[in-house]
């Protein structure tokens, strides 16, 4: 199908013709090869004229309309050019059909499903080089994935170099995950759980031997769209300096049995867990960046967003309030941690006074008053 363009120019104050600076466009006509023509811009009717403005000393302003000077159109030519538009319509919605395709996939009724496309970016402020990352997805109960799906990984060895204050090693790992959530009759009314990405950090010597340099998780997103996390790690420790000098000359050091004790033991079935005694230490941190899909049919049952995501939340077993405790720990921890950083920026002598004047402010105050 061919397509003309037609553009009307006009050209002032130029003494000669072909004078680019002073030639300004005042209309396009577009015609396709099924006979519409679009005018832009559109005919001037009841709006008023149009404006163009010239530059120079004078400024003037020149105003022209655009009117349509056709005969008008008989009821066949109209019922023609509806039928025109209608055969128009459905070929660009035949158009749009073949890029989406037959294969869409639909869950079904009271099913939703998470899509995750995930990147492991980078893995900053560890002690040695030559750094890998083991992984593994947890799914909580009602979840389940595809057998095709693989729920663990490692990333390829990567070598740290300096990026401003910290050494960095940059992975660009890619992973794909795909879950599948079933509300049950017993747990309705409950927050359900949310898978659980838990991963180990690792180092490689020269000797090929490997140390633990740390262990962490990450709650994947309750909310689609894009997601940037920065995940901090520590390792367990033992007391005494052999420990390390083992770490050190023939590597080695010790692990967790149960990776899941990162955040609650998978075996845990008690009201309290107590770490009472165990040792560990902060360690570096890993960057993800989670791009998260969400699909169930309740999405189509409301005409908003907001209530699109509201509906297949609470359907779905109270995902909403779950997302909204997300939200708040995820803010007090932001809240914490710029306070800890303003804390941090302040001199020592001010922080001292500061905490000096509270003392006697508190004592005045404890203080019996003498008559």
């Not at 496309?117 to 750094?131: F, P």
């Not at 770490?275 to 409301?302: H, M, P, Y």
């Amino acid at each position: 199908n061919s397509v003309l363009h037609v553009t009307i120019s006009g050209e002032f104050f130029s003494r000669r013709l072909g004078c680019k600076e002073y030639e300004y466009v005042l209309c396009m006509i577009r015609v396709d090869g099924n006979g519409v023509i679009t005018v832009k811009p559109d005919f001037t009717g009841t709006k008023g004229p149009y404006r163009i403005e010239l530059e120079g000393e004078k400024r003037e302003i020149w105003k022209f309309t655009l009117e349509n000077a056709s005969a008008t159109v008989e009821e066949k030519e109209e019922a023609r050019e509806q039928r025109v538009f209608k055969d128009l319509y459905s070929r660009h919605k035949e158009y749009l059909s073949g890029l989406v395709g037959s294969d869409l996939e639909m869950t079904a009724p009271g099913l939703f499903r998470l899509f995750v496309n995930g990147e492991i970016v980078s893995a900053q402020g560890y002690e040695y080089n030559n750094l890998y990352i083991h992984f593994f997805l947890e799914l909580p109960s009602c979840w389940s994935c595809p057998p095709s799906q693989l729920l663990s990984g490692m990333t390829q060895t990567c070598t740290s170099k300096v990026h401003g204050k910290d050494r960095v090693a940059f992975f660009s790992f890619p992973f794909t995950l795909e879950m599948f959530f079933t509300q049950e009759d017993d747990l309705e009314g409950s927050l359900p759980e949310w898978p659980v990405l838990y991963f180990e950090v690792l180092s490689l010597d020269f000797w090929h031997r490997y140390r633990v340099e740390g262990y962490g998780f990450v709650v994947l997103p309750a909310t689609p769209g894009v997601h940037t996390l920065s995940v901090s790690t520590w390792r367990p420790v033992e007391l005494g300096t052999i420990s390390e000098l083992r770490r050190f000359f023939i590597g080695g050091s010790p692990e967790l049995e149960d990776i899941t004790y990162t955040k609650v033991p998978s075996t845990f079935t008690g009201d309290r867990l107590s770490r009472f005694g165990f040792r560990s230490e902060t360690t570096g941190s890993v960057t993800f960046r989670l791009n998260c899909l969400q699909q169930s049919k309740a999405f189509l049952e409301s005409s908003s967003m907001k209530k699109r995501m509201q509906s297949v939340l609470d359907r779905l077993g109270n995902f909403s309030q779950q997302s909204s405790l997300y939200n708040v720990l995820e803010a007090f921890q932001r809240a914490r941690h710029r306070m800890q950083e303003a804390r941090e920026s302040l001199p020592q002598d001010l922080i001292r006074t500061s905490a000096s004047e509270a003392h006697n402010d508190e004592s005045i105050i404890k203080q019996p008053a003498a008559f």
